[in-house]
Antibody, heavy 121, light 107 residues
Framework: EVQLIQSGAEVRKPGATVKISCKVS????????IHWVQQAPGKGLEWMGL????????TFAEKFQGRVTITADTSTDTAYLELGSLRSEDSAIYYC??????????????WGQGTLVTVSS | EIVLTQSPGSLSLSPGERATLSCRAS???????LAWYQQRPGQAPRLLIY???NRATGIPDRFSGSGSGTDFTLTISRLEPEDFAVYYC????????FGQGTKVEIK
């Protein structure tokens, strides 16, 4: 069974950095892109960026460039999202997802359960 | 950036009724790159439709997708209680963007 299991909720102060994880199982980690999606409270979905675990290269939405880092540890089949210079607007649920695994397209086949990040002084 | 506009913003219907959700793109999107997701309260989104009209694994046949170019539609033929949720369209042909969502509520 394919699973994406994310790390638990985090609370940070404004200006701090947060790093959340997404551990995958049930498929070959290197073979499919991992994406991160932000969902602010009561709002819609916003694509943040993706990582190609095979070559370690990442691509970001313009809004998040410069503040977001996406990395992977292929020894543990885990992807990471790091968001710096946190501000209150970054309070949101962050989802990881994998594309191409089931449908062979760039749609997001399987999703993690989400990680709540709260930014508060 | 391709902007997706979903309408209506919310839809109030009764179980057993038909729901028709629209997604309009700011520029033409190949059908191959249009997907629909369902998000129930407190849950992660899940893929319903990919390639504009292909149901994802395990999705009931009361869900169907259609459209081309800039206009796409998700239809739920007969609403079941578990279908009351928020639905998002997504284009994944030129980067990735989502529509703002349509909430299907119980009337």
């Amino acid at each position: 069974e394919v699973q994406l299991i994310q790390s638990g909720a985090e609370v940070r102060k404004p200006g701090a950095t947060v790093k959340i994880s997404c551990k995958v199982s049930g498929y070959t980690f290197n073979d499919y892109n991992i994406h991160w999606v932000q969902q602010a409270p009561g709002k819609g979905l916003e694509w943040m960026g993706l990582l190609n675990p095979e070559d370690g290269k990442s691509t970001f939405a313009e809004k998040f460039q410069g503040r977001v880092t996406i990395t992977a540890d292929t020894s543990t089949d885990t992807a990471y999202l790091e968001l710096g210079s946190l501000r209150s607007e970054d309070s949101a649920i962050y989802y990881c997802s994998v594309s191409g695994l089931v449908t062979g397209t760039d749609a997001f086949d399987i999703w993690g359960q989400g990680t709540l990040v709260t930014v508060s002084s | 950036e391709i902007v997706l506009t979903q309408s209506p913003g919310s839809l109030s219907l009764s179980p057993g009724e038909r729901a028709t959700l629209s997604c309009r793109a700011s520029q033409s999107v190949s059908s191959t790159f249009l997907a629909w997701y369902q998000q129930r309260p407190g849950q992660a989104p899940r893929l319903l439709i990919y390639g504009a009209s292909n149901r994802a694994t395990g999705i009931p046949d009361r869900f169907s997708g259609s459209g081309s170019g800039t206009d796409f539609t998700l239809t739920i033929s007969r609403l079941e209680p578990e279908d009351f949720a928020v639905y998002y369209c997504q284009q994944n042909g030129y980067s990735w963007t989502f529509g703002q969502g349509t909430k299907v509520e119980i009337k």
